[in-house]
């Protein structure tokens, strides 16, 4: 069974329970049409049907609400809307995401194809702590095997000698000292 037929073996079982629960509610499949992030909604269009306009992307929409777990559907995919009453509907799942936005307090993040944007990536990209531990201990090593030529002995032409290693070497690094072990990628 491949996902296609998996999602329509779902949207039936779904349908025919909602159809017998008299709830006043049903569940429709269309294709979405085009996606307005800003109002939080999108177009859905049903085959042999009208089209479904200002379907729900989340539960409640409400600009006062700012937390926020919302699935942004792409363009084109299949989606199955919850549809409550004649007037409201909701898309329940859908066959492809475009992006998925999460809001709580002054925390977000994005998640998309192109990657993970969190808090609104002002601080850049995602430290690899691997490589980050050894770029530093390459750079201890150094500093503690460094020394200096200078001028001992002999006449001012003739000078020459080394300096003493340094009496107090730099500590290699240890991820541990500076990772965030509750955020990983």
């Known amino acids: 069974m491949n996902a296609e037929q998996a999602f329509e073996e ?4 779904l349908v025919r329970r909602a159809a017998g629960g008299g709830m006043g509610c049903r569940v429709d499949v269309g294709t979405v049409k ?12 049903r085959e042999g049907k009208p089209e479904m306009h200002e379907v729900r992307l989340s539960a409640v929409i409400d600009e006062r609400v700012k937390d926020v777990f919302r699935i942004i559907p792409a363009t084109g995919s299949y989606v199955m809307v919850l549809q409550m009453g004649m007037a409201e509907g909701m898309v329940l799942a859908t066959s492809k995401i475009a992006r998925v936005e999460i809001r709580t307090g002054n925390v977000t993040m994005s998640m998309s194809s192109a990657g993970i944007v969190m808090n609104g990536g002002e601080l850049g990209g995602m ?4 490589k980050l531990t050894d770029k530093v ?10 020394t200096h030529q200078v001028s001992t002995t002999g006449s001012a032409s003739a000078q020459s000698g080394t300096a003493a290693v340094i009496a107090s070497k730099a500590k290699k690094l240890d991820r541990g000292d500076y990772e965030d072990e509750k955020v990983k990628h």
């Open 34 to 45: 085009d996606v307005n992030e800003q109002e939080g909604t999108c177009t859905v269009e």
């Open 10 to 13: 779902l949207i039936e079982t």
């Open 137 to 146: 201990n390459d750079l201890v090593e150094a500093f503690n095997g460094h």
């Open 127 to 130: 430290i690899d702590i691997g």
